[in-house]
């Protein structure tokens, strides 16, 4: 039962960090209702499991595994996909209860303000990006 509450634990930290998939849940549900909405967080829950191809996804991934181990000392298999399990569903869940609840402010919003969001995530996304490009040259220059 630990294994489940630490991975809940982990699944809560991780579902309220504020970054792009929170802001496209919400624009998503917003604009579209939330049945779209759910779709996205559906979409990056399954992302999120079979992308380990990229370089990003995998390092929080392996850093996330590592912390099982090291700090919470899972070693067996069946503990770490229960944990794994337990933290992804989290993440699913609170996904789709901010997916629910953006869907209720659709009756408040205006077009103008949607065209202000739209710009404020437009702006927002294009910081992340340049963040993510020079995290990734500083970590190809210490490379070499």
Do not use: C
Not at 102 to 112: C, E, G
Not at 118 to 138: C, D, M, P
Request: proline share 1%.
């Amino acid at each position: 039962m630990e294994i489940v509450f630490n991975g809940i634990k982990f699944g809560v930290v991780l579902a309220f960090l504020i970054g792009p998939v929170f802001f496209t849940i919400i624009q998503t549900s917003i604009e579209r209702g939330f049945w779209k909405g759910a779709l996205v967080a559906l979409g990056v829950s399954v992302s999120d499991v079979i992308n380990g191809i990229s370089p990003m996804v995998l390092i929080f991934w392996v850093a996330t595994l590592s912390m099982a181990t090291v700090e919470m000392g899972y070693s067996g298999g069946f503990e770490l996909v229960i944990f794994f399990i337990a933290l992804l569903f989290t993440v699913l869940a609170t996904d789709l209860i901010k997916a629910y609840l953006a869907d209720k402010l659709r009756s408040l919003i205006t077009h103008r303000f949607l065209i202000i969001m739209n710009v404020l995530v437009g702006v927002f996304l294009i910081i992340f990006g340049i963040q993510l490009l020079l995290k990734a040259k500083t970590a190809f220059n210490m490379l070499h």
